[in-house]
């Protein structure tokens, strides 16, 4: 029975999960061979492990021919015309030769996403919008953790309560509150904790994040006691919070 544990102290994103999953040992060209069935192209990976306040870890990127837009979806107007619907993005997924567990865990994943835009943004589902960039780089950070967490062998997923920060971030249509409204659309009727860090000026749980938490997590609380650590690993995030800015993972076995 392998469990794995996220210390989510400075929040959540999907790079920030695929690269604790990477610190943990995922084979990186495996990776991409298995995330090549989904036949989308125009991106590249990137894996680096490096010290951050002494401490190392992985930093993982999905680079893209734009600027990347922060790893979480953000622009859903029907108008735009540059990127996927969400039917679009489940037909692709449900059209690899992805594993049947990768394909559900993806596909729920994107839905919850969508129907948290839906309703932050008054939007019927059908028209909700992934812009092209957050599309891509979403697409990627979704498959690619169901998939690692797949070559990890991992049977169970816990979390400790979820840090954001405090605020307001600057978006393309304006100023969003931390945490950001699809962060708090999803949690509605979970009991996912959340703990504000006041100190923080900027979001720390992302919306791909969230959907990932909400999809794969099954249980929330402290570090499991009665487990052998096996392995520890740490995935960075890409924002400057004045601290150590990283998702802790840690692979538990108990014998049965």
């Known amino acids: 029975m392998r469990t794995l544990y996220l210390d989510a102290f400075s929040g959540i994103s999907g ?17 991409q061979q298995e995330l090549a ?37 953000e622009d859903h107007h029907h108008h735009h015309h540059h990127g996927r619907h969400l039917q679009e993005i489940l037909d692709l997924i449900a059209q690899s030769d992805l594993s049947e567990k990768v394909k559900a865990n993806a596909s729920a994943v994107f839905n919850e996403i969508a129907a948290a ?9 059908s028209e909700v919008h992934f ?6 780089d979403s697409i990627v950070d979704i498959v ?14 816990k979390c400790s309560a979820l840090a ?11 100023q969003m509150p931390v945490p950001v409204p699809a962060v708090m659309q999803m949690r509605v009727g979970t009991a996912i904790p959340i703990k504000a860090r006041p100190e923080v000026h900027t979001e720390l749980i992302t919306p791909t994040g969230m959907g990932l938490v909400k999809v794969l997590v099954d249980d929330f609380g402290p570090l499991p006691e009665t487990a052998t650590p096996l392995q520890i690993g740490y995935g960075f995030g890409k924002r400057d919070t004045g601290g150590f800015n990283a998702l802790r993972a840690i692979l538990f076995e108990k014998k049965n």
């Open 15 to 31: 790079d920030m999960f695929i690269g604790a999953l990477l610190d943990l040992g995922v084979d990186f060209e495996q990776l």
């Open 37 to 73: 069935k989904l036949g989308v192209n125009g991106y590249t990976l990137s894996q680096k492990r490096e010290a951050k306040s002494s401490i190392y870890g992985t930093n993982f990127d999905v680079i893209l021919p734009h600027e990347k837009d922060h790893g979480f979806v």
């Open 117 to 125: 835009e839906a309703v932050v943004h008054h939007l019927p589902l």
């Open 131 to 136: 812009h092209e960039v957050g599309a891509l």
């Open 144 to 157: 690619g953790c169901c998939i690692a967490l797949e070559m990890l062998q991992v049977d169970t997923v």
């Open 164 to 174: 954001d920060g405090s605020g307001f971030i600057q978006v393309a249509h304006g």
